[in-house]
């Protein structure tokens, strides 16, 4: 049983324009929320966290909204850039020992 | 500033043998984490250090082992190599006092099994 869904694993957008990486969970344990962007060859980077009693949590261009009610997230990125073509992880961090658990990813690609 | 270092980067093995992998975390970073990541798959959490203590478990078959050392780093022990090992194996590292959701991973081991 997968805790963490990322439906879409590709998403294409024009640079300038809005990216929205959406993410649900089953696990209402999860205290955090964090994503993670890949680039291939590299481990994942940490972008942007919400805690589990926040809604919303901005940081530059990166802005992260959780709906507890509908278990779901997302990741919004304006105005999205080139670089910012990666692959984007969605995380519940959850248990004492603070462990993440991912969900499959979506590869976020930004046409010029 | 310094991050997470894993060696090797790329490690061929055949079935049966053994493959050590090691994680050096971040300077002061006290807690250690090892993810498993298959192919076309989400990385998966294995096991996790506290003060060179295993503080929990996740989906860590009985065929491998970690410890954590008194400089804190790390390393993976994998016997009796299966085909299925093969993956991308990524060590995280934080501060246990510090941001509760900051886990700062490495460039990762791709491990081959033949």
């Known amino acids: 049983d997968q805790q963490v869904k990322q439906n879409s694993p590709s998403l294409s957008v024009q640079e300038g324009r809005i990216s929205i990486l959406n993410c649900d969970y089953t696990?209402?344990?999860?205290?955090?929320f964090l994503w993670y962007k890949k680039y291939p060859a590299e481990g994942p980077t940490f972008l942007i966290s919400?805690?589990?009693?926040?809604d919303k949590n901005e940081d530059g261009r990166f802005t992260v909204f959780l709906n507890k009610s509908a278990k779901h997230l997302s990741l919004h990125i304006v105005p999205s850039q080139p670089g910012d073509s990666a692959v984007y992880f969605c995380a519940g961090l959850s248990g004492s020992a603070r462990q993440l658990t991912f969900g499959s990813g979506t590869q976020l690609t930004v046409l010029p | 500033a310094a991050g997470v270092i894993q060696s090797p980067r790329h490690l061929i093995k055949e079935k049966r043998e053994t493959a050590t992998l090691k994680c050096y975390p971040i300077p002061r970073h006290d807690t250690v984490y090892w993810y498993q990541q298959g192919p076309g798959q989400d990385p998966q959490f294995l096991i996790s250090?506290?003060?060179?203590?295993?503080?929990d478990k996740g989906s860590i078959p009985d065929r491998f082992s970690a410890q954590q050392f008194s400089d804190y780093h790390s390393e993976l022990n994998m016997s009796s190599l299966e085909l299925g090992d093969s993956a991308l194996y990524f060590c995280a590292s934080s501060l246990a006092s510090g941001t509760p959701n900051e886990q700062f991973f490495g460039p990762g081991t791709r491990l081959t099994v033949l």
């Open positions: 250090f506290y003060e060179k203590m295993q503080s």
């Open positions: 696990n209402s344990m999860f205290d955090y």
């Open positions: 919400i805690s589990s009693i926040k």
